[in-house]
């Protein structure tokens, strides 16, 4: 499965729009309909955020805290 396809499959899941995932993920909307549609320039930061809010993450997400 393309990772496109499973943050579009896992925002419906949850029942979440694309506005609701943004805001929640603190991205924009413009960085979740690139994701979505398989943009295949990314900021791989931004992308592991957005996969977190499900439990998952393809490497460490970056935080100003550490």
Not at 47 to 65: I, Q, R, S, Y
Request: aromatic fraction near 4%.
């Amino acid at each position: 499965m393309m990772l496109s396809d499973y943050i579009k499959e896992k925002r419906r899941k949850n029942g979440l729009s694309q506005v609701e995932l943004a805001e929640r993920a603190g991205v924009g909307l413009r960085f979740v309909r690139d994701l979505e549609q398989g943009k295949q320039t990314l900021r791989m930061d931004k992308v592991n955020v957005v996969l977190a809010l499900f439990g998952e993450c393809l490497g460490p997400v970056k935080t100003d805290n550490v």
